[in-house]
């Protein structure tokens, strides 16, 4: 009766462990995610584009993703640092093709974004943060590189390449 007393004791405390470190991500991860950061608020997800496999970056608070193609990322000085491209095309819609470099830092103490498209920022693709922005307040959509403090161009400018 002790032992199964004691074995029914270890299950429990094991079981209340695992659970315990699920609480504090409050967006789990999900099969397609690579790497998730903080609390699972930014993601990076792998994923098609145009028939080719990709890891695009993920705002779990919306449910939209605010680099559909990141091409190199890193963490350093509590941020994240990713360097990605948006691109695509309409048939019907009448724009034929767009494509622009989109840099991002994520501040891991506050879970705090700034996304910098150059060369701008397309309406479309404005309007897609924007309402993530609006609901959420994490994100800050800057119209210029230079705004980025130099700390953060630095490493920005070394991932690109």
């Known amino acids: 009766m002790k032992k199964c007393v004691l074995l029914l004791s270890a299950f429990l ?11 504090k ?19 990076i997800l792998r994923g098609n584009f145009e028939d080719k496999e990709c890891v695009g970056l993920s705002f779990s608070p919306a449910g939209v993703h605010l680099i559909p193609k990141v091409k190199t990322y890193q963490e350093k000085n509590g941020c994240i640092y990713l360097v990605g491209v948006d691109e695509g095309y309409y048939i019907n819609g009448k724009k034929v093709s767009w494509k622009f ?4 830092v994520i501040d ?21 943060i924007s309402q993530a922005a609006l609901d959420t307040g994490l994100i800050t959509i800057i119209g210029d590189y230079s705004v980025f403090s130099q700390k953060d ?9």
């Open 153 to 161: 161009r630095l490493v920005l400018d070394a991932m690109k390449g």
């Open 108 to 128: 891991l103490s506050n879970n705090h974004i700034q996304i910098c498209a150059i060369p701008e920022i397309d309406s479309e693709y404005n309007f897609r």
């Open 101 to 104: 470099a989109v840099y991002a």
């Open 13 to 23: 405390v094991c079981l209340l462990l695992v659970c315990c470190t699920r609480i």
């Open 25 to 43: 991500e409050r967006y789990p991860e999900g099969k397609d995610t690579v790497e998730s950061f903080g609390d699972g608020t930014y993601q």
